[in-house]
């Protein structure tokens, strides 16, 4: 089904997801709206339990809302068959996870060239495609090498490669620096801005990790499952969580003020601030 | 190479040890087939030999193999005179047991006329009987027992001079044993009386006619020999239930067998395969690759059980000659056949594990 032309690649309207019915109903996402525009990179941050998961599985077609629309490039997802979902999602998203998933049985190269066969390309220019790509990302020397031959850095690469081996509209990417150490989550970070920008894909990542918000063009708070104004969250320095400032138990030290995600953390900070306050430095 | 034989190739050890798993169970299939199927042709052994198409019983006779037949002096000229009988050959037989070495040797004494037929149809050595009471004696019996040509047998007293060996005349529960019908009427006292006739029709003639003509005769009943061979292997049908059943088990074990290890791997696989789903791949896809690497074991067991199952047999019927095992080329068809029932069967499980996989699980840690 086509909807209006529009200039967002990506726009949610009213996303709801309820689980279980009667007194037992929860709604794990409400009423959420969105719009992401070609080439940009939206980040979207906010508690364990705040609804995010479930939010990142109905934009890539992998859950259906209760509620609400979601159009892609202008085709109204919530109104395509079960049956033809896998091929949207195939040629239509770029999917990378937090644990990377790669086909252990399957090399770096095999592992994009599958992605691409799949979607119906040729073998052997499924392989060019899939070489081109892994070079690009620095992944010339690997191609050959199977997933646990490969560092979490590596990993990640691949799992970039392949999701845009399909030139999918959207990247949807779940912690994709959560496995990673601090420089190479850098890189990774810095590798979807990249992609974004110059190859004028969408990026929408579901993070934890804050300095994730470097890359973002946009950054939004889901809590409850709804999206709450980012400008007002604080960083815990104890244990790095985004934080509501107005909600948040709050201490002082040197004239500054600091937020934490609970009294556990406020408690801890209060015994030694200079360390957490070095630490961030 | 697919992403089934990839997954296939992944644990060595699992899928030699699988497939090995397969092909004992699908050899045992084949090995007990092979057993029917030797013995179905043992107990027909000599109707299928002999010459003739249509054979003459007493009238009420059910079958040969368990049932005494015994037609009046003269039914032999009466069949010959019968329009479009070429050669009717009579036979007297009688089942007796053999004393060797203090054992009893149960065995189906077969006397004919030499001049007309239905002895041995292969002599592997010696002669057939020429006088007084020679016989001829399976090689097989022979071997076992150390009888040489030239040594006699003792049969309830009498002694049969040993004149020759015949091949493919020996089966697992008795043995054939021929002897001239003159000297087999004088030591049944039944001197003319005939068990039964073989019937061969002249050239043109049908059987079925001829057939039909014979049974005009008084207190004869007329057989086509295919009909008389499927009634005496229905006495023995008791004997085959509990090798098919055994046939039936060796099945199951190997669709467990292949079910298991597909099963296992694909439960230890069920993050890939949410991967694979999340990504794009269809349920049919999905279906695929869990049913291909089934066929895959399947098919290789097979061609392994056959090369098991050849080498099994021949070991039988070498270290125990009186058994006849039976692979045809259609021993094959039938382990490929069989591992296909297995493979189909043995996806059914991984595949219902894959089919309620939920992409989104994907997400979750």
Same mark, same amino acid.
């Not at chain 1, 990417?173 to 890189?187: F, K, Q, V, Y």
């Not at chain 2, 009888?147 to 060996?165: C, M, N, S, W």
């Not at chain 2, 098919?244 to 069920?270: D, K």
């Given at each position: 089904?086509?909807? *209006?032309?529009t200039?967002?690649?990506?726009?949610?309207?009213?996303?709801?997801?309820?689980?279980?019915?009667g007194?037992?109903?929860?709604?794990?996402?409400?009423?959420?709206?969105?719009?992401?525009?070609?080439g940009?990179?939206?980040?979207?941050?906010?508690?364990?339990g705040?609804?995010?998961?479930?939010?990142?599985?109905?934009?890539?077609?992998?859950?259906?809302?209760?509620?609400?629309?979601? *159009?892609? &490039?202008?085709?109204?997802?919530?109104?395509?068959?079960? @049956?033809?979902?896998?091929?949207f999602?195939? @040629?239509?998203?770029?999917?990378?996870?937090q644990?990377?998933n790669?086909?252990?049985?399957?090399?770096?190269?095999?592992n994009?060239?599958?992605?691409?066969?799949?979607?119906?390309?040729? @073998?052997?220019?499924?392989r060019?495609?899939a070489?081109e790509?892994?070079?690009?990302?620095?992944?010339?020397?690997?191609?050959?090498?199977?997933?646990?031959?490969?560092?979490?850095?590596?990993? *990640?690469r691949?799992?970039?490669?392949?999701a845009?081996? &399909? &030139?999918?509209s959207?990247?949807?990417?779940?912690?994709?620096?959560? &496995?990673?150490?601090?420089?190479?989550?850098?890189?990774?970070?810095?590798?979807?801005?990249h992609?974004?920008?110059?190859?004028?894909?969408?990026?929408?990542?579901?993070?934890?990790?804050?300095?994730?918000?470097?890359?973002?063009d946009?950054?939004?708070?889901l809590?409850?499952g709804?999206?709450?104004?980012?400008?007002?969250?604080a960083?815990?320095?104890?244990?790095?969580?985004?934080?509501e @400032?107005?909600?948040?138990?709050?201490?002082?030290w *040197?004239g500054q003020?600091y937020?934490?995600?609970?009294?556990?953390?406020?408690?801890?900070?209060?015994?030694?601030?200079?360390?957490?306050?070095?630490?961030?430095? | 190479? $697919?992403? =089934?034989?990839?997954?296939?190739l992944q644990?060595?050890?699992?899928l030699?040890?699988?497939?090995?798993?397969? =092909?004992?169970?699908?050899?045992?299939?084949?090995?007990?087939d092979?057993?029917?199927?030797?013995?179905?042709?043992?107990?027909?052994?000599?109707?299928?030999?002999?010459?003739?198409?249509?054979?003459?019983?007493?009238?009420?006779? /059910?079958?040969?193999?368990?049932?005494n037949?015994?037609?009046?002096p003269?039914?032999?000229?009466?069949?010959q005179?019968i329009?479009g009988?070429?050669?009717?050959?009579?036979?007297?037989s009688?089942?007796?047991?053999?004393?060797?070495?203090?054992?009893?040797?149960?065995?189906y004494?077969?006397?004919?006329?030499?001049?007309?037929?239905?002895? #041995?149809?292969?002599?592997?050595?010696?002669?057939?009987?020429?006088?007084?009471?020679?016989?001829?004696?399976?090689?097989?019996?022979?071997?076992?027992?150390g009888?040489?040509?030239?040594q006699? +047998?003792?049969?309830?007293g009498y002694?049969?001079p040993?004149?020759?060996?015949s091949?493919?005349?020996?089966? %697992?529960?008795t043995?054939?044993?021929?002897?001239r019908?003159?000297?087999l009427e004088?030591?049944?006292?039944? #001197?003319?009386?005939?068990?039964?006739?073989l019937?061969?029709?002249q050239?043109?003639?049908?059987?079925?006619?001829?057939?039909?003509?014979?049974?005009?005769?008084s207190?004869?009943?007329a057989?086509?020999? #295919?009909?008389?061979?499927?009634a005496?292997?229905?006495?023995?049908?008791?004997?085959?239930?509990?090798? /098919?059943?055994? /046939?039936?088990?060796a099945?199951?074990?190997?669709?467990?067998?292949?079910?298991l290890?597909?099963?296992?791997?694909?439960?230890?696989?069920?993050?890939?395969?949410?991967?694979?789903?999340?990504?794009?791949?269809?349920?049919?896809?999905?279906y695929?690759?869990?049913? $291909?690497?089934?066929?895959?074991?399947?098919?290789l067991g097979?061609?392994?059980?056959?090369l098991?199952?050849?080498? +099994? =047999?021949?070991?039988?019927?070498?270290?125990? #000659?009186?058994?006849?095992?039976?692979?045809?080329?259609?021993?094959?068809?039938? =382990?490929?056949?069989s591992?296909?029932?297995?493979?189909?069967? $043995?996806?059914i499980?991984p595949? %219902?594990? +894959?089919?309620?996989?939920?992409?989104?699980?994907?997400f979750r840690?």
């Amino acid at each position: 089904m086509k909807a *209006q032309k529009t200039a967002a690649i990506l726009r949610v309207e009213d996303l709801t997801k309820r689980y279980g019915s009667g007194t037992a109903e929860v709604a794990a996402v409400k009423g959420v709206s969105l719009e992401v525009a070609p080439g940009e990179v939206v980040l979207i941050m906010g508690p364990s339990g705040s609804g995010k998961t479930t939010l990142l599985s109905m934009l890539g077609a992998l859950l259906r809302p209760s509620e609400g629309s979601i *159009q892609l &490039n202008g085709t109204v997802l919530t109104a395509l068959s079960e @049956r033809d979902l896998p091929r949207f999602r195939l @040629r239509e998203f770029g999917f990378i996870f937090q644990d990377f998933n790669l086909l252990s049985a399957l090399s770096a190269l095999e592992n994009v060239v599958l992605v691409a066969e799949m979607a119906g390309v040729p @073998r052997k220019e499924a392989r060019l495609r899939a070489t081109e790509i892994l070079k690009e990302l620095r992944l010339d020397k690997r191609l050959q090498a199977l997933p646990e031959q490969l560092s979490g850095g590596e990993k *990640q690469r691949v799992a970039i490669a392949r999701a845009l081996i &399909n &030139n999918p509209s959207l990247i949807l990417a779940d912690e994709p620096t959560a &496995n990673l150490d601090s420089s190479t989550g850098h890189e990774v970070s810095r590798l979807l801005r990249h992609i974004a920008k110059e190859q004028g894909k969408s990026v929408l990542i579901v993070s934890h990790d804050t300095r994730i918000q470097d890359i973002a063009d946009r950054v939004l708070w889901l809590e409850d499952g709804e999206f709450k104004e980012a400008r007002t969250l604080a960083i815990d320095p104890v244990c790095g969580m985004s934080v509501e @400032r107005t909600k948040s138990p709050t201490a002082t030290w *040197q004239g500054q003020e600091y937020f934490f995600c609970s009294k556990g953390c406020r408690s801890e900070f209060l015994l030694e601030p200079h360390t957490f306050i070095q630490g961030e430095a | 190479m $697919s992403l =089934a034989a990839r997954y296939l190739l992944q644990n060595k050890t699992r899928l030699a040890l699988s497939l090995l798993g397969v =092909a004992l169970a699908l050899m045992l299939i084949l090995l007990l087939d092979g057993l029917v199927r030797g013995m179905q042709r043992q107990i027909t052994v000599y109707l299928a030999n002999t010459p003739g198409s249509v054979v003459a019983t007493q009238v009420g006779v /059910r079958n040969l193999a368990a049932d005494n037949s015994l037609l009046p002096p003269g039914t032999e000229d009466d069949i010959q005179k019968i329009p479009g009988v070429a050669r009717a050959i009579p036979v007297l037989s009688q089942s007796v047991f053999f004393e060797l070495h203090d054992r009893k040797i149960f065995a189906y004494l077969i006397g004919y006329d030499p001049a007309k037929g239905g002895g #041995p149809w292969r002599l592997a050595q010696g002669r057939e009987p020429r006088q007084g009471r020679e016989v001829v004696v399976d090689q097989t019996l022979a071997r076992l027992h150390g009888i040489k040509v030239g040594q006699t +047998v003792e049969v309830g007293g009498y002694r049969f001079p040993v004149v020759g060996l015949s091949a493919g005349t020996n089966s %697992w529960m008795t043995t054939l044993v021929f002897v001239r019908k003159v000297e087999l009427e004088r030591y049944l006292l039944i #001197p003319g009386l005939t068990s039964f006739v073989l019937v061969e029709p002249q050239p043109g003639v049908s059987p079925q006619i001829l057939k039909e003509r014979i049974n005009q005769l008084s207190g004869v009943t007329a057989w086509l020999k #295919p009909e008389l061979m499927a009634a005496d292997l229905r006495i023995y049908e008791g004997f085959f239930q509990p090798l /098919r059943l055994m /046939r039936g088990i060796a099945f199951l074990v190997g669709v467990l067998v292949v079910g298991l290890v597909i099963y296992t791997a694909t439960v230890e696989r069920q993050r890939e395969y949410g991967v694979l789903k999340a990504i794009g791949a269809g349920n049919a896809r999905m279906y695929g690759l869990v049913l $291909s690497q089934a066929l895959v074991m399947a098919f290789l067991g097979a061609l392994l059980a056959v090369l098991l199952a050849y080498l +099994v =047999a021949w070991l039988i019927m070498v270290l125990r #000659p009186q058994f006849l095992v039976v692979l045809e080329p259609s021993a094959i068809l039938l =382990a490929l056949l069989s591992g296909l029932g297995m493979a189909l069967l $043995s996806a059914i499980a991984p595949v %219902w594990v +894959v089919a309620r996989l939920a992409p989104a699980e994907v997400f979750r840690r």
